[in-house]
C-alpha cells in the first residue's frame, strides 16, 4: 500500500514540478520573444530560451518535463503576439513532441543525459535538430493546412524554429545537463528507462 501511495505522492510532485516550470518556460517565452524575435512572425525567437528548460527537463522528467514545455509556450506565445488560439495551441503542442522525440533517441542508443561520453554527445547532437525539425514541420504544416500561414512562411517558419531551437538547447541546454543531471538522478523525481 505504502508503495502506491509513494508513486502516487510522486506523480503529483512531478505534476507540481511542470507547473513550476511549465512558468518558468512561460517568463523564458516571452524574454526569447522580446529580446530575439524573428521578423514576419509574432510570438517567435531566433534563440527559443524555455527549448532549452524542457529538453532537459524531459530527459529528466519524462512526460512531465515535456508538459513545462507544453505549459510555458502555450502560456508564453500564445495570446500576447495576435496568435489565433489554433496557431499557438498547435505551437504549444510541437513543444511537447519535440523534447519526447530527443527522450526516445536518448532511450534507444541508451544515451545519459548527464553527457559523459562521445555517444552520449552524439545522440545529443543529433536527436536536437531531427527533434526540433519534425516539431517544426508539424506545426507549420498545420497552420499552413488551415491557411492560418503561406508556404513561404511554412519553410521560413520550419529554419527558424529548427535552428532557435537548436541553438538554445545545445547552449543553455548542454550546461543544464552537464551541471545538474548527476543531482536530478539522485531525486525520486528522476523517470529512467521509459519513454513517458
Known amino acids: ?31 526569447s520573444i522580446i529580446i530575439i524575435p524573428l521578423p514576419g512572425i509574432p510570438g517567435g525567437s531566433g534563440f527559443w530560451i524555455p527549448a532549452a528548460l524542457y529538453f532537459a527537463l524531459t530527459l529528466w522528467f519524462g512526460l ?22 489554433q496557431v499557438w495551441a498547435d505551437g504549444a503542442l510541437g513543444d511537447f513532441m519535440a523534447p519526447l522525440i530527443c527522450r ?3 532511450l534507444l542508443f ?21 527533434a526540433t525539425c519534425l516539431a ?3 506545426i507549420h504544416f498545420v497552420n499552413y493546412s488551415f491557411g492560418t500561414i503561406t508556404f513561404g512562411a511554412w519553410v521560413w517558419g520550419v529554419i527558424a524554429y529548427t535552428i532557435g ?23 525520486p523525481f528522476y523517470v529512467t528507462g521509459r519513454l513517458l
Open 1 to 31: 500500500m505504502s508503495e502506491v501511495v509513494t508513486q502516487a505522492s510522486i506523480k503529483m510532485k512531478l505534476a507540481i514540478i511542470s507547473g513550476i516550470f511549465g512558468g518558468v518556460c512561460a517568463t523564458a517565452a516571452l524574454f
Open 104 to 106: 526516445a533517441f536518448f
Open 165 to 187: 531551437d537548436s541553438l538554445a538547447v545545445f547552449t543553455i541546454g548542454t550546461i543544464l545537463l552537464r551541471v545538474a543531471t548527476k543531482w536530478v538522478k539522485t531525486s
Open 64 to 85: 512531465y518535463g515535456a508538459l513545462a514545455g507544453h505549459i510555458g509556450t502555450f502560456i508564453g506565445m500564445g495570446p500576447f503576439f495576435g496568435w489565433t488560439f
Open 110 to 130: 541508451k544515451a545519459d543525459p548527464e553527457l559523459k561520453t562521445r555517444r552520449d554527445y552524439a545522440v545529443w547532437l543529433v536527436s536536437v535538430p531531427i
Open 136 to 138: 517544426a514541420m508539424w
